[in-house]
Nanobody, 123 residues
Framework: VQLQASGGGLLHAGGSLRLSCAASGRTFRRSAIAWFRQAPGKEREFVAAINWSGGNTYYADSVKDRFTISRDNVKNTVYLQMNNLKPEDTAVYYC?????????????????WGQGTLVTVSS
């Protein structure tokens, strides 16, 4: 699976942004997909994950009720809708895929990674 993240940008606190993760590869539809982020000087952290069908999602507490992950298996794309953004959401956002259908929250549980897209939220 090859992944290409896009949609990052610069915006003010309270704004919204939608990230996209376009995937190629015949196993995408059997793969759970996640978003992680990494702020400067910090470790990469889990944000959200979605299982192969889209029927099960999992969020970090810090983004629950603000972010929504979804997927379109026809377009081979996963989305991360981010609302009510805060300065602490500033980070490079990465999408990742794993060779399993179920969601997971650990960095080491994902097998393929995209290149990242930068989100900067000003106060």
């Amino acid at each position: 699976v090859q992944l290409q993240a896009s949609g990052g940008g610069l915006l003010h606190a309270g704004g919204s942004l939608r990230l996209s993760c376009a995937a190629s590869g015949r196993t995408f539809r059997r793969s759970a997909i996640a978003w992680f982020r990494q702020a400067p000087g910090k470790e990469r952290e889990f944000v959200a994950a979605i299982n192969w069908s889209g029927g099960n999602t999992y969020y970090a507490d810090s983004v629950k009720d603000r972010f929504t992950i979804s997927r379109d298996n026809v377009k081979n794309t996963v989305y991360l809708q981010m609302n009510n953004l805060k300065p602490e959401d500033t980070a490079v956002y990465y999408c990742a895929a794993r060779d399993r259908m179920a969601v997971a929250g650990g960095v080491d549980e994902y097998d393929y990674w995209g290149q990242g897209t930068l989100v900067t939220v000003s106060s």
